[in-house]
């Protein structure tokens, strides 16, 4: 645990006028954050850069820099409501169990007032629901599935990251442009939560916008080594695409064996959801191969920038898409902390709910109060061929579809199925 001091004074962390919820009211002189990622498991890359931009946006808050300087007018530097922030971290292991245990160490054990983390749908799935049991904020990071603002949505957890069901809805028009139609599609998908929906998305979406035809749709267990077998199968399929819907290293891994096996001479591979640690392991396989993106240092703006140049002076290295998500999402509820004038958990929920904000890189975004799923553009990216790729510059960026053309109403698509739950102090 990072070691701070500083006085806590007024009613936003020491009770006044709310009654004792989850954590509130704080105790001591600091509030604790908890920062639950994988640092073991096919996720661990995604995880530690993550970890990296938590204790950034932690030490920003403390001392100013970065976007609390600039971006965020409701951050002073000093602290939250005159808390210095101190954390706590913990390894999900891309396992849902071990995320659950370890987020209900630190709301028991450490007394965190608000949590985050997760490279795997079904571990952001998972504290979503100890948030809501325990009555303490989880602001989700990295989860991609639509059941995190779908069926499993709730009230005391927030999404930043766009869903399976906007990147199908990103990727049919541009890959339908660049191979046409008429084509079929096998797919392999990560058998939890995320591939689950990520498959269903890509079925539909490149059925109703590319008026592909889907072959097979077969699921891989998470954290397979060898997909031979299941690649054999695709390859004889007759199907003209091949998509592998998987993430992290397992992403790396089933793009690069499917290079290996010869089948980039025969079928398209598609890799729905990028981000650079997985690109990096992939290397030259990644070649031509489309996907999205959560952000990327090339999207060219001052917020985009600035965090660029902080990530890179503090750690040598090129921020990745879950860093950004890490970084943005703790400054989000700090800055929510500060408009509530207090830490009390359903004041700072309704801050968050139709929140619109601008200062993250990717333009204008709306945080929606109907399924906590904030409303923004997706990044469409290709592959850059191995001899063009250089630290941090994997793949290039071809197009970023607004999010006025994205998106569904409250009572469409995966929103329709959220209940969100109660706020606490009803």
């Not at 006085?7 to 009211?25: E, K, V």
């Not at 005159?82 to 071990?98: C, F, K, L, N, W």
Request: contains cysteine; negative net charge.
């Amino acid at each position: 645990m990072a070691v701070v001091t500083g006085p806590a004074t007024g009613r936003g962390g020491g009770g006044g006028d709310y009654p004792s919820l989850g954590n509130f009211p704080i105790e001591g002189d600091a509030a604790v954050f908890g920062f639950n990622v994988p640092t073991t498991g096919p996720y661990s890359s995604e995880g530690e850069d993550e970890l990296r931009a938590y204790e950034l946006a932690a030490k920003h808050l403390n001392e100013g820099g970065g976007w609390v300087d600039s971006q965020f007018d409701d951050l002073s530097g000093d602290g939250v409501l005159d808390y210095q922030i101190d954390y706590v971290e913990g390894d999900t292991a891309t396992d849902p169990s071990q995320a659950t245990n370890s987020a209900n160490q630190m709301v028991d054990r450490d007394g965190v007032i608000m949590f985050s983390g997760g490279s795997s749908s079904a571990t952001a799935i998972a504290q979503q629901q100890v948030a809501q049991d325990s009555k303490v904020l989880y602001m989700c990071c990295l989860t991609h599935s639509n059941e995190t603002t779908g069926v499993e949505c709730r009230r005391y957890g927030f999404r930043e990251m766009f869903n399976a069901y906007t990147t199908g809805q990103a990727l049919a028009p541009v890959v339908a442009e660049e191979y046409g139609e008429d084509n079929s599609f096998y797919q392999l998908y990560a058998d939890y939560s995320w591939g689950q929906t990520q498959q269903e998305s890509m079925n539909q979406f490149l059925t109703e916008i590319a008026g592909w035809e889907q072959v097979d749709s077969v699921p891989t267990p998470l954290g397979t080594d060898d997909y031979s077998s299941f690649l054999s199968e695709a390859a004889n399929s007759g199907a003209d695409v091949l998509i592998l819907n998987h993430y992290g290293l397992d992403g790396a891994t089933s793009l690069q064996q499917a290079v290996d096996a010869g089948l980039k001479d025969s079928m398209t591979l598609l890799v729905p959801l990028y981000n650079r640690p997985m690109a990096e392991a992939a290397g030259d396989a990644i070649s031509g191969v489309f996907g999205t993106a959560a952000w990327d240092s090339q999207i060219d703006n001052e917020a985009s920038n600035q965090f660029t140049e902080v990530f890179q002076e503090e750690y040598d290295r090129i921020p990745s898409g879950p860093a950004q998500l890490a970084y943005a999402q703790t400054l989000q509820y700090a800055a929510a902390v500060e408009r509530a004038g207090t830490f009390y958990p359903p004041e700072v929920i309704r801050q968050l709910e139709d929140y619109e904000y601008d200062n993250i890189g990717m333009g204008a975004e709306t945080m929606r109060a109907c399924d906590h799923q904030a409303i923004r553009d997706v990044p469409v990216v290709r592959g850059l061929p191995g001899e063009e790729q250089e630290q941090g510059s994997y793949f290039e960026i071809v197009n970023v579809t607004s999010r006025d053309d994205l998106w569904y109403g409250c009572d469409e698509g995966p929103a329709a199925e959220c209940e969100l739950g109660p706020y606490g102090d009803e």
